[in-house]
């Protein structure tokens, strides 16, 4: 069974430009998150779908970051424009059915910006 | 501020030894879980307990949870140098008003020493 897939795994980009990060969730799997991960840190939840409907996105920096599912399956996380403080590994995952069940990484995406 | 707080912030040992690493949080859960991070990658799930258990095994892995506590431990016995990662915890909530999520704590880095 394939894992989560995303891509780029690296982007280096200078302040107030933007970038998008695409992830497409395990086969099957209706719930999708988006984790933004600062080095030395944990992942902090960005957006939580459900299907292509939003359940969380209270931490979501929504003058700059948006995200959307469209057809319930892959998804894209944009920044734009992007601030030094973004750079990060943006971390995608699965799960079966959400709620507080196991969660399905992928290998990440690291935004490195300038 | 992060549900879950992990002790120590960085451990190392000799091959062969035990390693315990510890979490605490503030609020009731409905399960807790152990991820694991190879530098670079994404995160692994490890093992989930729910709230009304006390001790589950996996492996090398042993963990324990005291609800009245407000905290978990993860023990890895006989330790490898594959071992060598950082370890989070990730508490599952569920809420009556913002719905279900998973937070994540700051992590322990162990290493391994051959």
């Known amino acids: 069974e394939a894992g989560v897939a995303q891509s780029p795994r690296y982007k280096i980009i200078e302040k107030r430009q933007s970038v998008a990060f695409w992830c497409n969730p395990i086969?099957?799997?209706?719930?999708l998150y988006w984790y933004q991960q600062i080095l030395g840190q944990g992942p902090k939840l960005l957006i939580q779908?459900?299907?292509?409907?939003?359940?969380?996105d209270s931490q979501l920096p929504k003058d700059r970051f948006s995200a959307e599912r469209l057809k319930g399956v892959d998804s894209t996380l944009k920044i734009q424009p992007a601030k030094l403080e973004d750079s990060a590994v943006y971390l995608c995952?699965?799960?079966?059915?959400?709620?507080?069940?196991?969660?399905?990484f992928g290998e990440g995406s690291r935004l490195t910006v300038l | 501020s992060q549900q879950g707080e992990e002790d120590p912030q960085a451990l190392s040992i000799q091959e062969g030894e035990n390693a315990t690493m510890n979490c605490s949080y503030k609020?009731?859960?409905?399960?807790l879980q152990w991820y694991r991070q190879n530098s670079g990658r994404g995160l692994v799930h490890l093992i989930l307990?729910?709230?009304?258990?006390r001790e589950k095994h996996s492996g090398r892995l042993r963990v324990t949870l005291d609800t009245s506590k407000k905290s978990s431990s993860l023990l890895i016995t006989a330790s490898r140098a594959a071992d060598t990662a950082s370890y989070f915890c990730?508490?599952?909530?569920?809420?009556?008003?913002?719905?279900?999520?998973?937070?994540f704590g700051e992590g322990t880095q162990l290493t391994v020493n051959p």
């Open positions: 995952a699965s799960s079966l059915a959400g709620g507080t069940g196991e969660l399905f």
């Open positions: 086969s099957g799997h209706a719930t």
């Open positions: 779908f459900q299907n292509n409907g939003v359940v969380d």
């Open positions: 609020t009731s859960i409905n399960n």
């Open positions: 307990i729910r709230s009304n258990e």
């Open positions: 990730a508490t599952g909530i569920i809420e009556e008003t913002s719905g279900s999520r998973l937070t």
